[in-house]
């Protein structure tokens, strides 16, 4: 008995001591945050006086609303873009037949190994020529695309789970095909879309490569530029730079607790699909 | 799928006459490619035109500015694999990197995730908080949560002072975990572990979830040691989410380039350069030297990986299953 008792104390210590590590950065993150210039420097954990000003200076300076309203748009119009897209697409791989429907479906899905660096510089070059490089169009057109595998495949098993019944009985009361997608499938799949929706918004929010390549105007910059360009300049604030860290992750963190659940089951359904 | 649905429905409701105004006379064929076509056509534009042009490019000398491509043939690929007194010893050398990120992250992320997930599994209370708790490298991952790692990797960081407090001063950096290079590239694996874990025991924990309860009741009947209940009993019914962990794992470490652009770019003196850094570099900070073509090579080099890595996947799907 006393065994199995020490085995349970080993475990919750186990699994306490890995909580600290999963917490471990944004805690520090935490404490920079509100930490004066010379108190950063003196490291201890624990500010001495709790102060919002570095928070409130860190998002004077710089624009740092600017660049939060830049991030809530571009991320907005990819999951905007991501839904009504894909979820058309998935709804015909689902449940229309037609002659190519198979193959089309295998290559949307397939694309998940075509690695992000392949991609990145031709279509810099194609925006380019087109004149969208560096615009926030220009960023959310390939967000969009790059979502397409994991997305078909979440919405195509969600409407595929739909039971066919509930499309032969609204077809037969004379629904269009339209009609029976936007007042059957999208009310019923819901959870499928919010769980879409988390899964692309988190991502596109943090996202930092394709957005550093393109944005070059300041006026257009997301917060990941933001807080780079926090960093770039001589010495780093360390201070400051976790302010902005906290700025752009506790909206992602509030996200994550209210929606939870989505984010689960859609991870475990995309990943065992 | 659409057979089934005949079988259940052999009077075939949508053949009677339908009284609505929208085009029900389209063939349905139509109706479907209507359905796809924004997708299709984002990817023509977004995906096959560009695959095509990188592909294109990919035979071709470019700095980005001048009007024309210098057509090269293969030369770009066979310059990255020996030809080129520069680039060849850096591809290997990036290749070296990518190799031990892909060995070491997804082993020692199984390594970490799975006993936290059965020690998740064992208890009731605090288990939900655990989960969330555990799963906040996940959703935060990003520039944000890299640069809070590089504040307490500093050489007067938090994690200099924490060893030294605890009497293993010897195991600090003065120069910073980053700056040292022998520790730079053990000290991102170990980063990148941390973020996939919460994914890696999610899966474990849903699957260890869907393992019926009376299987180890009867184990532990049985006399069975927690030991092996763990190897007998649990281990088998978990091969195939470690084979999607470690899929997942190795696809990043081939793909992934974020934390070592943001951390280190690949510092100090190159000992934590990428292959997928390799391409950024290229394509990005050469200024008006040639190097969009090699980029571009480099980048289907990766592709061709990824390819491999797809049709090895398919394989040991077909024979988990």
Request: glycine share 8%; proline share 6%.
């Amino acid at each position: 008995m006393t065994g199995r008792r020490a085995a349970r104390a080993v475990s919750f210590a186990a699994l306490f001591l890995y909580a600290l590590i999963s917490l471990y950065p944004f805690l520090w993150m935490a404490s920079g945050a509100f930490k004066s210039r010379s108190e950063i420097l003196e490291g201890g954990f624990l500010p001495r006086s709790f102060s919002f000003d570095t928070l409130v200076q860190t998002w004077g300076r710089l624009h740092f609303f600017d660049y939060f309203l830049n991030s809530l748009k571009v991320t907005a119009m990819t999951v905007l873009g991501v839904l009504v897209v894909y979820s058309l697409a998935s709804y015909a791989f689902a449940v229309l037949d037609f002659p190519g429907r198979r193959i089309l479906f295998w290559f949307f899905v397939s694309l998940l190994f075509v690695p992000g660096i392949t991609m990145l510089l031709p279509v810099v070059i194609l925006e380019k020529q087109l004149g969208v490089l560096g615009t926030h169009i220009g960023l959310v057109l390939p967000f969009v695309n790059g979502t397409a595998p994991l997305t078909v495949l979440l919405l195509t098993n969600a409407y595929g789970a739909i039971p066919r019944e509930m499309r032969e009985a609204a077809r037969a009361d004379g629904a269009s095909e339209l009609r029976i997608f936007a007042s059957v499938y999208l009310p019923l799949a819901k959870p499928a879309h919010v769980a879409v929706a988390v899964l692309t918004a988190v991502p596109t929010w943090n996202e930092y490569v394709l957005t550093r390549v393109s944005i070059s105007d300041p006026s257009r910059y997301t917060l990941p530029l933001g807080l780079e360009s926090l960093i770039s300049s001589e010495v780093p604030r360390y201070n400051e730079v976790m302010a902005a860290s906290l700025i752009i992750v506790l909206p992602v963190i509030v996200l994550f607790l209210l929606l939870q659940r989505y984010f689960v089951n859609g991870l475990v359904g995309a990943i065992k699909g | 799928m659409s057979s089934l649905a005949v079988k259940d429905h052999p009077g075939r409701l949508d053949k009677r006459p339908s009284r609505t105004r929208s085009p029900r006379h389209w063939p349905g064929w139509l109706t479907g490619w209507a359905f796809v076509l924004p997708a299709v056509a984002l990817f023509a534009v977004m995906g096959v035109y560009t695959i095509g042009s990188g592909l294109a490019l990919s035979f071709a000398k470019w700095n980005g500015f001048t009007p024309t491509w210098t057509w090269v043939g293969v030369q770009n690929y066979l310059d990255l694999l020996y030809a080129d007194p520069v680039l060849a010893p850096e591809l290997r050398r990036a290749g070296g990197h990518t190799l031990q990120v892909m060995i070491a992250v997804p082993l020692l992320t199984v390594a970490i995730s799975l006993p936290l997930a059965v020690a998740l599994n064992s208890i009731r209370r605090l288990r939900a908080i655990l989960r969330s708790i555990y799963f906040l490298p996940y959703v935060t991952t990003g520039i944000a949560v890299y640069f809070a790692w590089r504040y307490v990797l500093e050489p007067d960081g938090a994690i200099n002072t924490l060893l030294r407090s605890l009497g293993l001063g010897t195991l600090a950096q003065p120069q910073g975990f980053l700056g040292n290079p022998d520790t730079a590239l053990p000290t991102l694996i170990l980063i990148l572990v941390w973020s996939a874990v919460p994914v890696a025991t999610l899966l474990y924990l849903s699957g260890l979830q869907a393992i019926d309860p009376n299987l180890f009741e009867a184990a532990q009947i049985d006399g069975a040691a927690p030991r092996h209940v763990l190897r007998r009993v649990i281990w088998p019914l978990l091969r195939p989410i470690t084979a999607a962990i470690v899929l997942l794992g190795v696809r990043d470490a081939l793909h992934g380039f974020q934390i070592f652009l943001v951390m280190t770019r690949g510092g100090p003196g190159g000992h934590t350069d990428v292959l997928g850094l390799m391409a950024y570099r290229l394509a990005f900070f050469k200024g008006l030297a040639q190097t969009l073509g090699v980029s571009s090579a480099l980048g289907w080099m990766l592709f061709a990986g990824a390819v491999l890595l797809a049709l090895l996947n398919a394989r040991m799907l077909r024979r988990v299953r």
